[in-house]
C-alpha cells in the first residue's frame, strides 16, 4: 500500500474520509443513522482526520465558537458575533473553516443562517484524540 494522498481542501478529504461510514452508519440503522463508527483511529488515514480536525479547532476563537453552540444547542450568526466581539467578516471566515471541517453545519433561515454542532464528526474527533 503506497502513501495515502492529501487532498489540500479540508472539506473534501473529510467528506472522502467519512463518506464510507456514514454509509454504512444508514445502512444498519436506516431510521436513527446512530450506528457505531467503525473506522479505525489509528493509522495513515485516521492521522490525516485528525490532523484535519484539529487544524480547524487550531484557533481561540474556533474553540470558542464550539463552545458557544455546544451550551445553545443552535445560533444565529449575529450572537455569535455578539459573544465572541469580533467583526462580523471574522466570525464568518471561522464558522467557514468549522463547517468546511464538519464541526458545524449550516440551516438558511431567510437571510439569516443558523449554526449548529455536527454531534456525529464531535464523537469522531473524541474517538481520535482519546486514541492517542
Excluded at 445502512?27 to 479505525?40: A, E, F, I
Excluded at 449550516?106 to 482519546?130: D, V
Amino acid at each position: 500500500m503506497g502513501p495515502v494522498p492529501v487532498d489540500p481542501r479540508p472539506r473534501s478529504l473529510y467528506r472522502h474520509l467519512t463518506m464510507e461510514a456514514r454509509t454504512a452508519e444508514a445502512s444498519s440503522h436506516p431510521r436513527s443513522g446512530l450506528g457505531p463508527d467503525l473506522r479505525p483511529v489509528e493509522g495513515p488515514l485516521a492521522d490525516t482526520e485528525l490532523s484535519v480536525l484539529c487544524r480547524a479547532l487550531g484557533h481561540p476563537a474556533r474553540v470558542r465558537i464550539i463552545r458557544l453552540l455546544s451550551q445553545q444547542n443552535r445560533c444565529i450568526n449575529g450572537q455569535i458575533v455578539q459573544d465572541l466581539e469580533l467583526a462580523q467578516s471574522t466570525v464568518s471566515q471561522h464558522l467557514k473553516v468549522l463547517k468546511d471541517a464538519g464541526l458545524v453545519r449550516c440551516e438558511a433561515e431567510g437571510t439569516r443562517a443558523r449554526y449548529c454542532l455536527e454531534p456525529s464528526t464531535l464523537r469522531r474527533f473524541r474517538s481520535l484524540s482519546g486514541a492517542l
